[in-house]
């Protein structure tokens, strides 16, 4: 059926020489009834910490500034971060989390100590805590995912955080909370021991993996005393499988996720055909990890599922230096974006969840300004194409388009990739073009669904150094268009599009 439908609709651009503006042929194959997982919204997480501009003066001004904001949290990137529906945010670090001790950052604010914060060698106020961030992560309609501080913090702190968080009972930390105005528990179920243990620039890192797996046992040991319902993120490590195994061995009944980082450190200066192909080792690095974690959990009779949270990732370029930590992201890093979403929803199975580092000015999907301005960032325009779509079967979809070499990875890259949930309905389409000048005709085939109409959103700009910069934040939009759906979808060069087919 395939071959016949192709060759009909395609055989007379084939046959026809190709000249400098016809558009590079591909095809999507699409089995609907293929159901590869379920599509987890917690791929589609993000990341915020201390740090920088991103709580303070980014999330929170306060209540007595000049800037506009609710109760202190900052309106206009509020109403941008809701604008992504992030089902969950992971708070507060990174670095930060591995020497912050909790219970500093709640009670009266005037009261609250400023401290040295010994991660990123800046002075911490404390004026947003606990209860700031649960305010703030509800109000944007997000799960909270807190780390504790399994750096220089004990496993008894990390249990009172629980406990403060999530009791309904009579004893000490449940009262401070309601006594501060909370009568109902904030009802955290996700909990990361730790943050990157196994780097020499943490607060408190651990020397090997047996080390981390043992301080994991002895902080979920007395963390699940207070609440033995909440789900735990493990210290991972993306490029030391021994680290993992050992985690597994040691402690893999203690954790439901390993947790996961990977920033691609790049440049101005790289090609941008390589930073595009990163995303395919991504998605290799991912499931060779998780392969790993489970092969461990089979020689070590581990019992207890252990799935992957891909915990922070972006892309880092070198301007990003302490202590802002900024960049301005283009639209080469949406594509990279697009093409890291759309493994992720291949991944869902094992990677369920997913956080962007970071949400506002470091690494940022959004750049607020203290005068008011604010930038929402192509690759925060990505984010919106995919949030929109949370719930939904990941259908198998494979794409042929033609490919190029990238030197960096030295491997064979195609130029378009695609990506596909069934939900409501409606088939999602989530297909990257990653030319740089061509644009593609795709013929997309499918398999148990016969749609009639698409629905195309895309981000693509006029040229992949394209930003949206606080002096020029309109200049890449999500562009839009309906039609009939006759079999063809084109994508523009360097694009990210998500087709609604119904
Ligand atoms: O996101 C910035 C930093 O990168 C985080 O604090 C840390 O976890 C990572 O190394």
């Given at each position: 059926m395939f071959l016949a439908r192709g060759a009909g609709a395609v055989s007379s651009s084939y046959l026809t020489a190709k000249t400098a503006h016809d558009p590079m042929e591909a095809r999507v194959f699409v089995d609907?009834?293929?159901?590869?997982s379920s599509l987890s919204s917690g791929i589609y997480g993000q990341f915020i910490e201390h740090l920088g501009k991103c709580i303070y003066d980014g999330i929170w001004v306060g209540?007595?500034?000049?800037?506009?904001?609710v109760k202190g949290f900052r309106l206009d990137v509020l109403e941008a971060v809701k604008g992504i529906k992030p089902p969950l945010v992971r708070w507060p670090?990174?670095?930060?989390?591995?020497?912050?001790?909790?219970?500093?950052?709640?009670?009266p604010r005037e009261r609250r100590p400023r401290v040295f914060g010994p991660a990123w060698g800046a002075e911490e106020p404390?004026?947003?805590g606990t209860c700031e961030y649960i305010e703030w992560v509800r109000m944007v309609g997000a799960e909270p995912f807190i780390v504790v501080n399994a750096g220089n913090g004990s496993p008894e702190e990390a249990a009172r955080w629980v406990e403060f968080c999530n009791s309904r009972g009579n004893t000490r930390y449940a009262r401070l909370r309601r006594e501060l105005g909370?009568?109902?528990?904030?009802?955290?179920k996700l909990w990361g021991v730790?943050?990157?243990?196994?780097?020499?620039?943490?607060?408190?890192?651990?020397?090997d993996g047996e080390e981390c797996a043992r301080r994991t046992v002895e902080f979920v040991n007395q963390m699940k005393r207070a609440d033995p319902s909440i789900k735990i993120v493990a210290v991972g490590c993306d490029y030391d499988p021994g680290w993992n195994v050992d985690m597994v061995r040691v402690?893999?009944?203690?954790?439901?996720y390993l947790s996961i980082h990977r920033y691609?450190?790049?440049?101005?200066?790289?090609r941008y055909e390589d930073l595009v192909a990163w995303p395919i080792a991504i998605e290799e690095d991912l499931v060779a990890i998780y392969r790993t974690v489970q092969m461990a959990r089979a020689r070590y009779h581990v019992k207890r599922e252990i799935k992957l949270a891909f915990d922070e990732w972006n892309v880092w370029y070198p301007?990003?230096?302490?202590?802002?930590l900024t960049q301005v992201t283009r639209v080469k890093d949406a594509v990279f974006t697009g093409l890291v979403l759309n493994a992720l929803q291949r991944l869902s199975g094992i990677v369920p969840i997913a956080c962007f580092a970071?949400?506002?000015?470091?690494?940022?999907l959004i750049l607020a300004e203290d005068d008011g301005r604010i930038a929402l960032t192509p690759q925060y325009l990505v984010f919106k194409l995919y949030a929109?779509?949370?719930?939904?079967d990941i259908v198998r979809a494979t794409a042929f388009s033609p490919s190029y070499h990238s030197g960096e990875l030295d491997r064979v890259i195609p130029y378009v990739d695609a990506s596909a949930v069934l939900a409501g309905g409606s088939l999602h389409l989530y297909l990257v073009n990653r030319h740089p000048d061509e644009s593609a005709r795709v013929e997309v085939f499918i398999r148990g669904f016969t749609p009639s109409t698409a629905r195309h959103e895309w981000v693509a700009g006029s040229?992949?150094?394209d930003a949206n910069t606080l002096?020029?934040?309109?200049?890449?939009k999500i562009e839009r268009a309906e039609y009939p759906f006759k079999g063809i979808v084109e994508l523009p060069p360097h694009s990210v599009n998500a087709v609604t087919l119904s």
């Open positions: 609907s009834l293929s159901k590869l209540p007595n500034s000049k800037t506009a904001n670090g990174g670095n930060f989390a591995s020497s912050y001790h909790w219970e500093e950052g709640i009670g404390n004026e947003f909370y009568p109902e528990p904030f009802s955290v730790g943050n990157e243990l196994y780097g020499r620039w943490q607060v408190g890192f651990c020397v402690a893999g009944e203690y954790f439901d691609v450190f790049t440049s101005h200066q790289k301007e990003a230096q302490p202590p802002l970071q949400t506002v000015n470091v690494l940022p929109e779509v949370q719930k939904g040229s992949v150094e002096d020029d934040p309109n200049r890449v």
